[in-house]
């Protein structure tokens, strides 16, 4: 069996459930902590992908620019 990778849209919507869950179900410490620990690891991983898809982004736009000059 193939493990699905992680994608931007689906590391929100765990961080959202997540959330919906600490706020609306009170969940023991233990389970609160082990939730936390995986909104700390979707936030990096977040990040991470915003990060990239920036300097991406960044990157099409320098070499459309010196295109122009050209």
Known sequence: MTKKQLTYADAISELEEILEEIENKEPDVDELTDKVKRA????????KKLRKASEEVNDILKS??????E
């Open 40 to 47: 700390a690891y979707l936030l990096r991983f977040c990040r």
């Open 64 to 69: 459309m620019e010196e295109e122009e000059e």
